[in-house]
């Protein structure tokens, strides 16, 4: 646990509400989910107390436990990991909003799970727009026939796209890829008005991400410090 959290996210919210205004963008429209993976309940409750009401996951075991000891607050949780098909159910039971739905079988699962405990889930569809091997996500090119087919389910909400950029890459390359997947957003958004959600950026880039049309970004670092 870090000594004091209250000084790292009192001056991360400063930081936040002067570089909007400074770029003529409303803070209050920002939501900040504090990357809480692998983080104890201590340091969790201590952002909840700060006033961080939303936390996401990798994990279903982990959000599944974490859920339930901290089941009397008010914590709307986040899964942002690859999703295995055996953990929906977990996923569903815990979850405000799923980000990494990319797969025809876990839309199929995700909405019978929800169905079953008679719960719309709101999900997010994520993109691969950087194109690694090594992320998951939907290729840019079968975004819309994807985005079509998770949104005929009747308990599943389609509330936006996800995008992790590659950060390992010079700066120009970095930026060209938040800035393509703000207009593969807005594209989509165009077909698709109650997609309103775009999770992009991380502690690295939530500046520029929020600067070309981020509305909601995954900060853990910088909350939490450095992973171990």
Same mark, same amino acid.
């Given at each position: 646990?870090?000594?004091?959290? %209250?000084?790292?996210? %009192?001056?991360?919210k400063e930081d936040l509400k002067l570089f909007c205004d400074k770029n003529v963008i409303d803070n209050e429209i920002i939501s900040?989910?504090? !990357?809480?993976?692998? +983080?104890?309940?201590?340091?969790?409750?201590?952002?909840?107390?700060?006033?961080?009401? @939303?936390?996401?996951e990798n994990y279903a075991q982990e959000l599944n436990e974490k859920s339930l000891a901290l089941s009397s607050e008010n914590i709307?949780?986040?899964?942002?990991?690859?999703?295995?098909?055996?953990?929906?159910?977990?996923? =569903?039971?815990?979850?405000?909003? =799923?980000?990494?739905?990319?797969?025809?079988? !876990?839309?199929? +699962?995700?909405?019978?799970?929800?169905?079953?405990?008679? +719960?719309?889930q709101k999900v997010l569809v994520q993109v691969n727009i950087s194109g690694e091997a090594s992320k998951s996500g939907i290729s840019?090119?079968?975004?819309?026939?994807?985005?079509?087919?998770?949104? @005929?389910?009747?308990?599943?909400?389609?509330?936006?796209?996800?995008?992790?950029?590659?950060?390992?890459?010079?700066?120009?390359?970095?930026?060209?890829?938040? +800035? @393509?997947?703000?207009?593969?957003?807005?594209?989509?958004?165009?077909?698709?008005?109650?997609?309103? =959600?775009?999770?992009?950026? %991380?502690?690295? @880039?939530?500046?520029?991400?929020?600067?070309?049309?981020?509305?909601?970004?995954? !900060?853990?670092?910088?909350?939490?410090?450095?992973?171990?």
């Open positions: 646990m870090r000594p004091n959290m %209250t000084k790292p996210f %009192t001056e991360f900040i989910v504090g !990357v809480s993976k692998k +983080k104890s309940l201590q340091d969790i409750l201590e952002l909840y107390k700060l006033g961080l009401r @939303d936390f996401g709307r949780w986040h899964f942002m990991g690859p999703i295995q098909t055996n953990k929906i159910a977990l996923i =569903v039971k815990n979850s405000y909003l =799923v980000h990494s739905v990319d797969r025809e079988k !876990v839309a199929k +699962k995700m909405n019978l799970e929800s169905e079953k405990i008679n +719960k719309k840019p090119s079968n975004i819309e026939e994807f985005i079509n087919f998770v949104d @005929d389910f009747h308990n599943l909400e389609l509330a936006g796209l996800m995008f992790m950029p590659n950060i390992n890459q010079n700066r120009a390359s970095h930026i060209r890829e938040i +800035k @393509d997947s703000v207009t593969l957003f807005n594209k989509m958004k165009s077909k698709k008005r109650n997609m309103k =959600v775009l999770s992009l950026g %991380t502690s690295s @880039d939530y500046k520029e991400c929020i600067k070309e049309g981020s509305n909601l970004i995954r !900060v853990g670092e910088i909350l939490f410090g450095p992973r171990l």
